[in-house]
């Protein structure tokens, strides 16, 4: 199958506890971009990559949360979070700017 979040103009990282690595993780979102080939065609216009990717974590149980480039980091991040991970926003943002998860996403 082929990789079409490897075509978005941005980085993706994934948090999941369902899925042992990206292939794991990024299944079900290849599955669902391959059922619509008019979005295919469009995976480079970074806005447009946006919005197919978020409907494609809500129709697989996940949310998309973008995270800025700042000092600690030199690039925007989108993460794709499994719903129900963290109990509130605040937890989330917590584990996204801990510096020990920044570098690992470097």
């Known amino acids: ?6 075509k978005m103009p941005f980085t ?23 059922r619509h080939p008019p979005m295919i065609k469009r995976l480079h216009q970074p806005k447009l990559a ?11 149980g996940m949310q998309v949360v973008r995270r800025p480039a700042d000092s600690r980091l030199n690039r925007e991040l989108v993460y794709v979070v499994r719903r129900k ?7 989330l943002w917590h584990f996204i700017n801990d510096p020990a998860n920044l570098n690992s996403v470097r």
């Open 50 to 60: 946006y919005q197919i990717l978020r409907m494609a974590a809500h129709h697989c």
């Open 1 to 6: 199958m082929t990789d079409y979040l490897k």
């Open 12 to 34: 993706i990282a994934f948090i999941d506890k369902r899925g042992n690595s990206y292939e794991d993780s990024s299944r079900d979102l290849n599955a669902y971009i391959s």
């Open 85 to 91: 991970l963290f109990k509130s926003d605040e937890a």
